[in-house]
């Protein structure tokens, strides 16, 4: 079965082929194609939601054309359509939508609405088909940080939030305040393999609060105090490098210390990384580390490489299963949701 995954919920217009198959009871994935048209805010400095829809809309089919010839498909090919249909920026994931809906009545195809966090989740089984649950996943985007309990895929008790700033929100705003552009993670990653974590001494906050809740606010304010009491037009290179390996070593240490309690405490056979921000090595070696040292039977499994940040094959990956069964969405009850929780 071939699946058209298209994703549209931020700034990145996303469209993939992917071809599913069953294989002893458990599902397999081939990508085919994988395209993904990132916006440049340079100009604006950040996300303008209307600008970005209107991105989206003259992107979306040439995405889609790019998508289908790399795969060496054709439209008449695609079984399904899968697209996002929230959590979002309600204009983006309109255009997503609607484009996915036109072309599901006009060619007679299949339709399924995803949620974008079941779909980041979703971009780990490329490569483990055969997750053990339950499992805890730690989410963490531009728009959401969360610990999530997986009874099995479909079924989620979201155990902690971000009470303020989600974790890649913090990323970017720091990343501003360091006067790097936008999305500020990868940036701020790479000054900080040159920096001194112990530099400044940061916050980690609510690491070991009893429950599974994030903030992240009162960092970044931290940050932005250090930076003005430093008393200088510009950072120096070496300023810049330890301040992010510093603001980086206090958010890495509050996520890996809460998902090892949510693991622990919820008895996890697997623990899964997803979300933009499951991009950074740092994050990942950390959590990895920590659960070799601690829990060596617990698997940690992150997203194969190129499916960390938004995506559309993820979205197609996330509706393989409904797609398998034929449980599918009718063009006329298919809504955007911006705020769709898991
Ligand atoms: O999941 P995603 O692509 O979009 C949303 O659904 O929000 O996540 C984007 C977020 C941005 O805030 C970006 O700065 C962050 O992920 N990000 C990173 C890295 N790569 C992307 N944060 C830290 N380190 C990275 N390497
Ligand atoms: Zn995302």
């Known amino acids: 079965m071939n699946i058209l995954g298209i994703e549209t919920s931020c700034d990145d217009?996303?469209?993939?082929?992917v071809q599913v198959h069953k294989h002893n009871h458990a599902l397999q994935y081939v990508i085919q194609s994988n395209i993904v048209v990132t916006q440049?805010?340079?100009?604006?400095?950040?996300?303008?939601?209307?600008?970005?829809?209107?991105?989206?809309?003259?992107?979306?089919?040439?995405?889609?054309?790019?998508?289908?010839?790399?795969?060496q498909k054709t439209m008449s090919d695609m079984h399904v359509i899968a697209?996002?249909?929230?959590?979002?920026?309600?204009?983006?994931?309109?255009?997503?939508?609607?484009?996915?809906?036109t072309i599901a009545v006009t060619r007679n195809i299949p339709l399924i609405g995803v949620n974008h966090m079941e779909a980041h989740i979703a971009s780990t089984f490329v490569e483990h088909p055969n997750i053990q649950f339950p499992a805890i996943a730690l989410l963490v985007s531009g728009g959401h940080t969360m610990i999530v309990y997986l009874e099995r895929f479909g079924s989620y008790r979201i155990l902690g939030e971000t009470r303020d700033?989600?974790?890649g929100e913090a990323f970017d705003k720091v990343a501003k305040m360091l006067g790097l552009s936008y999305p500020g993670g990868p940036a701020i990653e790479r000054l900080a393999t040159g920096g001194n974590p112990e530099a400044y001494?940061?916050?980690?906050?609510?690491?070991?609060?009893?429950?599974?809740?994030?903030?992240?606010?009162?960092?970044?304010?931290?940050?932005?105090?250090?930076?003005?009491?430093?008393?200088?037009?510009?950072?120096?290179?070496?300023?810049?490098?330890?301040?992010?390996a510093s603001f980086?070593?206090?958010?890495?240490?509050?996520?890996?210390?809460?998902?090892?309690?949510?693991?622990?405490?919820?008895?996890?056979?697997?623990?899964?990384?997803?979300?933009?921000?499951s991009a950074n090595k740092e994050l990942?070696?950390?959590?990895q580390r920590s659960f070799f040292t601690h829990y060596p039977n617990m698997n940690v499994i992150i997203p194969s490489s190129g499916l960390f940040t938004d995506n559309g094959a993820m979205i197609a990956v996330a509706a393989a299963e409904r797609a398998m069964v034929g449980?599918?969405?009718?063009?006329?009850?298919?809504?955007v949701d911006p705020r769709l929780s898991l």
């Open 13 to 17: 217009t996303g469209v993939s082929v």
């Open 40 to 71: 440049n805010h340079a100009r604006t400095g950040g996300i303008v939601p209307e600008i970005a829809a209107r991105r989206h809309a003259s992107t979306i089919i040439p995405t889609i054309q790019q998508a289908l010839k790399e795969a």
């Open 83 to 101: 697209v996002t249909r929230g959590p979002g920026l309600i204009a983006p994931l309109l255009v997503g939508v609607e484009t996915a809906k």
């Open 165 to 167: 700033d989600a974790v």
């Open 201 to 244: 001494t940061f916050p980690a906050p609510m690491m070991y609060s009893d429950d599974f809740d994030f903030s992240f606010s009162g960092l970044k304010t931290a940050v932005l105090y250090t930076i003005r009491d430093l008393h200088t037009d510009a950072l120096t290179k070496q300023q810049q490098q330890d301040i992010a």
């Open 248 to 277: 980086q070593k206090s958010v890495i240490q509050v996520l890996v210390e809460k998902i090892c309690k949510a693991a622990r405490v919820y008895t996890a056979q697997t623990v899964i990384l997803g979300g933009g921000v």
């Open 284 to 287: 990942q070696q950390q959590l």
């Open 327 to 335: 449980n599918f969405d009718s063009w006329t009850n298919i809504h």
